[in-house]
């Protein structure tokens, strides 16, 4: 738990992106052959989900962070940290992105055998990047934004990261 609003929120949502993945992990592991059938409801609200989760992680979540976490502490001379995980935004972002197209298309048209398979291989490269990425931000990034931050400077982008919601 962080006192910070800010680390306790990017910390909350780690953890959703992580049971997200592993949801994912689990479908692409249990559909090796044949793409599920997305005329279950289910999972073609996973889909859906999917799609809104891993969009909001990549956009939302990962601009936040370089746009004002990371100037933040580079106002206050530490700038590798963000400059190395906005080196893997940069390379998970594209990623995300068509991962998120293919499960909006999935779940409303159904997969072939070559989106399947690109689902899959993007799922399971996302969700090792992803897993490394949160680590890293758990171990270094909130811990630092806990001990460096003012209470001024985290109301304030507390509120400009809840009011983009």
Do not use: C
């Amino acid at each position: 738990m962080f006192s910070n609003r800010i680390s306790q929120t990017l910390h909350d949502e780690h953890r959703e992106t992580v049971m997200l993945m592993e949801r994912v992990e689990h479908l692409v592991t249990s559909h090796r052959r044949a793409p599920p059938d997305v005329k279950n409801p289910a999972t073609a609200r996973f889909l859906r989900d999917l799609a809104d989760g891993v969009e909001a992680e990549v956009r939302r979540h990962f601009d936040f962070e370089e746009q004002h976490l990371f100037i933040f502490l580079r106002s206050i001379g530490d700038e590798a940290i963000g400059a190395h995980l906005t080196d893997e935004h940069n390379a998970m972002r594209p990623l995300g992105e068509a991962l998120a197209a293919l499960a909006r298309s999935g779940a409303a048209e159904g997969f072939d055998a070559a989106q399947w398979d690109q689902f899959r291989r993007l799922s399971l490269e996302l969700f090792e990047r992803s897993l490394a990425h949160i680590q890293k931000e758990e171990m270094a990034l909130l811990p630092l934004i806990e001990d460096t931050m003012d209470k001024e400077t985290e109301a304030q982008l507390f509120q400009d990261y809840v009011g983009n919601q």
